[in-house]
């Protein structure tokens, strides 16, 4: 068994961090691959500070993929790799050192899975633990992993906290793409997922890094907010075209169904308040989109006012 560690590289700030964390892993057989975004940073010269070590290789993009392509960019790194289980993660996120081990042993006990979660910590700018993510149950369909995640009760993931059977992620056309990789990471596992469920550690495998950097906290809004559409789309057309068979299962398509346009139009508030926050000018802008967002001109107007407090 072989592992692909894939880290999509522009910002240099904690990106030996990561790559230690890779290195040092108690499980040997891996490859990482750093793909070099056209930075303006040397990442190179960092990436040759781990030359001797052969399961390192770099690769610097013919252009820029950008925030907005990053998806693309995890497809193009996604066909470079040779290991049998792929991971990608954030050029300032680390693997805990027993991850892949952890992995590994999760796959030797269900082979008939394609998408595995390592349980989560989330950690600030000087890489303490911030936050400690609930554990999960040890095996969730694809139902309670899309109803975790809406229902109201905090969960969060993250890209790099899925490790991904690299076969059948590539026969599902690879990472599900979407502008600012916005939801890439909960649809590209909820179709991993729709057929066995997924497995998830009870032991710490990813380490997420928070920071003023983050996509999340410096993309467009409006792009982000195509993507909030493009996501619910996904959604209403999924769940709609499931069969299931059993009483419990229809009561969970039930409930996702009713779950779906409360959860959206959550986070489209979000979008809008926080854009109206830093530009009040915006209202006319978000007005202009109304029929788009799904929310009505009181909705909006509400969020104006709270962004004026």
């Known amino acids: ?25 108690t ?15 040397d990442i190179k010269s960092l990436t040759d500070e781990f030359i001797t070590d052969k399961r390192v290789k770099y690769f610097r993009n013919e252009s820029n993929y950008g925030a907005e392509r990053l998806a693309d ?14 991971i990608c993660m954030g050029d300032d996120d680390r693997l805990t050192p027993n991850s892949l081990e952890t992995y590994a042993s999760m796959i030797d006990r269900h082979p008939e899975i394609t998408v595995f979660h390592g349980q989560t910590e989330i950690i ?4 303490d633990v911030a936050e400690y993510l609930e554990p999960r149950f040890e095996k969730e369909s694809v139902w309670q992993l899309i109803y975790y995640r809406w229902a109201g009760l905090g969960r969060q993931q993250f890209i790099g906290d899925f490790c991904y059977n690299r076969e059948a992620l590539v026969k599902e056309g ?9 939801g ?8 991993a997922a729709s ?13 997420y890094r928070k920071n003023r950097h983050t996509i999340s906290n410096s993309a467009n809004n409006d792009i982000k907010n195509k993507a909030l559409l493009l996501q619910r789309k996904w959604y209403e057309d999924f769940i709609a075209r499931q069969n299931p068979t059993t009483e419990s299962e229809r009561t969970m398509q039930y409930l996702l169904q009713q779950l779906l346009p409360k959860h959206f139009e959550f986070h489209t508030k979000i ?12 209202l006319f802008h978000w007005l202009s989109q109304q029929e788009n967002l799904k929310l009505s001109k009181l909705e909006i107007l509400k969020q104006f006012v709270k962004a004026l407090a």
């Open 27 to 41: 499980f040997k057989d891996f490859e990482l691959l750093i793909f070099d975004d056209c930075s303006p940073h």
């Open 174 to 182: 690879g990472f599900y793409n979407l502008p600012l990789a916005w």
């Open 271 to 282: 979008i809008v308040w926080k854009d109206m926050r830093a530009n009040k000018c915006r």
């Open 124 to 127: 600030d700018e000087n890489g």
């Open 73 to 86: 960019n995890w497809n193009n790194a996604l066909s470079y790799c040779k290991g049998d289980y792929v």
């Open 184 to 191: 890439s990471d909960d649809i590209t596992a909820c179709i």
């Open 195 to 207: 057929k066995n469920g997924i497995v998830n550690s009870q032991e710490i495998c990813f380490q």
């Open 1 to 25: 068994m072989k592992f692909s560690i894939i880290i999509p590289a522009y910002k240099i700030n904690y990106l030996k961090e990561a790559i230690e964390s890779v290195v040092n892993q």
